[in-house]
């Protein structure tokens, strides 16, 4: 069936990327098909539906986001402050560079698709879960239901951080990357684990 073929199909997500970088996040599915050559109707029946194109897109761009994140805060050897820095940097460079694409998935199709938004939800939620397995691993925080509780408050800082500054470009890039830089090393420092502890018991 010419809805499976992985070729066809990369095409046509190439096309939607084409049609949402130069019209924004409120590109049309009609504006999608003519780019592609072809019919809304056959651009759906590809992916089963508009639903399926988002989903299709969402995986294509937020797991390409994760995987460009991961080695910063995966590598052996480096300092928080730099895993950190790197990472952040990272998630900045390509939300900054994908304006659009990131506003079509993130505010455009997680609204209108209730289904979307539970998968982008996932996707990021992966990713939490991982940073605090890798928190935990490495007793950068000893205790691993911490370390899971930091590992989503990191990546939710983030990505709405990230969200509030591409409405705001007034605002230095440089301030933005440090002072999430800094909020994460020092939710990690063990002073502050050792102080919300003694704070708990009390």
């Not at 130069?22 to 089963?48: D, N, Q, W």
């Not at 560079?97 to 939620?125: C, K, P, Q, W």
């Not at 301030?175 to 050792?194: K, T």
Request: charged fraction near 25%.
């Amino acid at each position: 069936m010419s809805g499976r073929d992985p070729d066809r199909r990369r095409s046509l997500l190439d096309a939607a990327d084409r049609v949402i970088l130069r019209e924004g996040p409120e590109a049309s599915m009609a504006a999608i098909a003519r780019e592609a050559g072809i019919t809304k109707p056959i651009l759906y029946r590809h992916f089963g539906d508009k639903s399926g194109l988002y989903q299709a897109l969402a995986d294509r761009h937020v797991r390409t986001v994760i995987g460009r994140l991961r080695p910063g805060f995966t590598e052996p050897g480096a300092d928080l402050r730099g895993r950190a820095r790197a990472t952040v940097a990272a998630y900045l460079d390509l939300i900054s560079a994908n304006r659009n694409l990131y506003r079509f998935l993130f505010h455009r199709a997680s609204g209108e698709d209730t289904r979307i938004r539970s998968h982008m939800s996932s996707l990021v939620r992966s990713l939490g879960e991982e940073l605090g397995a890798v928190l935990a691993a490495e007793q950068a925080v000893a205790d691993p239901v911490r370390a899971q509780v930091l590992g989503h408050a990191f990546v939710g800082m983030v990505q709405s951080t990230g969200d509030w500054w591409l409405d705001h470009p007034e605002v230095d890039r440089a301030e933005v990357e440090q002072g999430l830089v800094d909020a994460i090393v020092a939710a990690v420092s063990p002073r502050n684990g050792r102080a919300s502890r003694a704070a708990g018991r009390c």
